[in-house]
T-cell receptor
Framework: DTAVSQTPKYLVTQMGNDKSIKCEQN?????MYWYKQDSKKFLKIMFS???????INETVPNRFSPKSPDKAHLNLHINSLELGDSAVYFC?????????????FGPGTRLTVT | AQTVTQSQPEMSVQEAETVTLSCTYD???????LFWYKQPPSRQMILVIR??????QNATENRFSVNFQKAAKSFSLKISDSQLGDAAMYFC?????????FGKGTLLTVNP
């Protein structure tokens, strides 16, 4: 019983394509996140959602559009993929939005744009 | 921007020895939370230990402990009796509403 799952785990695509990454958590958490880990392993927040509402959009290009159909799911759609989008994308969830709460991470999706 | 700094890009330790990973942070908040996460080659992010800033006592989890110096804004991780399975990237992070802010990580190698 995986707590936070992501599909797919690997994604290889060409520049200009549109792709989606799905995330689901079965922990009953209220808050979900997307993080990007670049080639130097640096992790940075992209989006935070609380009870299906967008709370943080950390200067992410408009080509990235998160969608939360319900509290258990937070999907990431990327339009017009660019070479610089190649990275590992992590979904995470926490019980609530405060900084005290542990975030549980999914296994990551390695996106390669050629 | 409030930052988290890990000054050691790489560290190595002999199996069964002790190693300390450094972390400093910047914050204007009086109440906050600090975390160490481990990322092994599998790339799964795993919580190692958590510290509440309002607590004087340093957090401990089995072989892992922290040295939290609030005035100095320092939060180092000590791994005792290092094991081969401890080899991983270690990230220090500060928790605030709606996000974690991570340091750039320290790659720990454990030598047999």
């Amino acid at each position: 019983d995986t707590a936070v799952s992501q599909t797919p785990k690997y994604l290889v695509t060409q520049m200009g394509n549109d792709k989606s990454i799905k995330c689901e958590q079965n922990l009953g958490h209220d808050t979900m996140y997307w993080y990007k880990q670049d080639s130097k392993k640096f992790l940075k927040i992209m989006f935070s959602y609380n009870n299906k509402e967008l709370i943080i959009n950390e200067t992410v290009p408009n080509r990235f559009s998160p969608k939360s159909p319900d509290k258990a799911h937070l999907n990431l759609h990327i339009n017009s993929l660019e070479l610089g989008d190649s990275a590992v994308y992590f979904c995470a969830s926490s019980q609530a939005a405060g900084g005290a709460y542990e975030q549980y991470f999914g296994p990551g999706t390695r996106l390669t744009v050629t | 921007a409030q930052t988290v700094t890990q000054s050691q890009p790489e560290m190595s330790v002999q199996e069964a020895e002790t190693v300390t990973l450094s972390c400093t942070y910047d914050t204007s908040e009086s109440d906050y939370y600090l975390f160490w996460y481990k990322q092994p080659p599998s790339r799964q992010m795993i919580l190692v230990i958590r510290q509440e800033a309002y607590k004087q006592q340093n957090a401990t989890e089995n072989r892992f402990s922290v040295n939290f110096q609030k005035a100095a804004k320092s939060f180092s991780l000590k791994i005792s009796d290092s094991q081969l399975g401890d080899a991983a990237m270690y990230f220090c992070a500060r928790g605030s509403n709606y996000k974690l802010t991570f340091g750039k990580g320290t790659l720990l190698t454990v030598n047999p």
